[in-house]
């Protein structure tokens, strides 16, 4: 995992020197050469023509430096940006990157082949950097907006993408899944039933870290990363591509920092069963989803007032008290229960009390001994 790393960090770097000696290169070709632009009567006043090529091909290689810092910076942010864009936003901004690019050039045809004086020869090149620059970016614009569209006409079946393209429905949101769910493995479930849509995004950060558990010494840990990782791919081979590996490598000191940006990159879902982190998210306005709340949210009601027949297993905290168990596992307090243990008797719900960590019901006995 090291050695990748550290593979990756150099080709990184390589590629960096490489653009920069490029635009160094190409900058102080251009001032060099240059020089041979000039008007004629500016060159008759020059004495020393080889210091000028050599002070313009130092002002140009400066410039090619600045340009070529400039131009990583781009390129790192689009790169980012690729890396965590949905694959069909990907592909709907390409197509209207394209279409108005198309556009530009059919119209810049005509202008192209009328005949211009010698003085204003400079609008036609002007006019085709103008209008493709006009038109790339409304058809970008256009894209990013009726996406959903743009792919319609290529996949006029979709009936899925007609529908979002109308506004019935909304896009369906990428799902980002951290460590603890993913052991969990309640996660594929979800996504069997079809509760869960769209792209299922796992960060390489959680990966290395489902690795660094199978790698533990300790038997538990080891565990719990071989089965995460054994459900990573089941859900590979079950569901292809829909499941995407986000490589993305960002800044932070632990996995949760990392999931938290990319979740918002994405624009996406966090699903978690960490109560702590599902609650970080909602103060950074991340939306999260925590799978123990969603269980116990979906667990059968049980009103005051209904009876029940329950057997009590064991004594309670306070005096007098009995505890038993629902059919779903939720535990039940029952007032004066405690001389029936080992039996199953007839109680009254009193009240339920229902947290995050799980869900409590309160009961009484109907025939107190």
Request: positive net charge; contains cysteine.
């Amino acid at each position: 995992m090291e050695r990748k790393r550290h593979t990756h960090v150099n080709t990184v770097a390589l590629v960096n020197a490489l653009i920069l000696l490029l635009f160094l290169v190409s900058g102080a070709a251009a001032g060099w050469l240059g020089v041979d632009l000039l008007p004629d009567r500016l060159l008759l006043q020059v004495t020393n023509m080889d210091g000028l090529r050599l002070v313009l091909g130092c002002f140009g290689a400066l410039f090619g430096v600045v340009a070529g810092l400039l131009f990583q910076q781009l390129r790192q942010k689009l790169m980012t940006q690729v890396r965590t864009m949905p694959t069909d936003l990907l592909i709907s901004r390409a197509v209207g990157l394209i279409l108005g690019l198309l556009v530009a050039n059919l119209l810049l045809a005509p202008i192209l082949l009328l005949p211009l004086p010698w003085e204003v020869g400079f609008v036609k090149p002007l006019a085709a950097v103008l209008s493709n620059v006009f038109f790339g970016v409304s058809g970008y614009n256009l894209a990013e907006v009726h996406g959903r569209t743009l792919l319609r006409l290529f996949i006029p079946s979709s009936n899925e993408a007609l529908l979002v393209a109308d506004g019935v429905l909304q896009p369906a949101s990428p799902k980002i899944l951290d460590t603890s769910v993913i052991i969990d493995g309640r996660v594929q479930g979800l996504v069997d039933c079809g509760i869960l849509e769209g792209q299922v995004i796992v960060a390489q950060c959680v990966i290395d870290e489902l690795q660094q558990l199978a790698d533990s010494g300790n038997a538990e840990k080891r565990g719990k990363g071989r089965r995460g990782l054994k459900l990573l791919t089941e859900m590979r081979q079950q569901y292809g591509r829909r499941l995407v590996v986000n490589n993305t490598r960002y800044e932070g000191s632990g996995v949760d920092e990392k999931l938290l940006k990319l979740t918002a990159d994405t624009n996406g879902l966090l699903l978690t069963t960490d109560y702590n982190l599902a609650q970080v998210a909602q103060v950074q306005n991340i939306r999260p989803l925590n799978l123990s709340e969603l269980v116990i949210r979906l667990r059968p009601e049980v009103q005051p007032g209904d009876l029940l027949q329950l057997k009590i297993v064991r004594e309670g905290k306070e005096p007098q008290q009995g505890v038993g168990y629902l059919e779903d596992g939720t535990m039940v307090v029952v007032e004066g229960g405690r001389s029936s243990i080992g039996e199953r008797r007839e109680v009254a719900v009193t009240g339920a009390l229902q947290t995050p960590a799980g869900r409590m019901v309160f009961a009484r006995a109907t025939d107190p001994r």
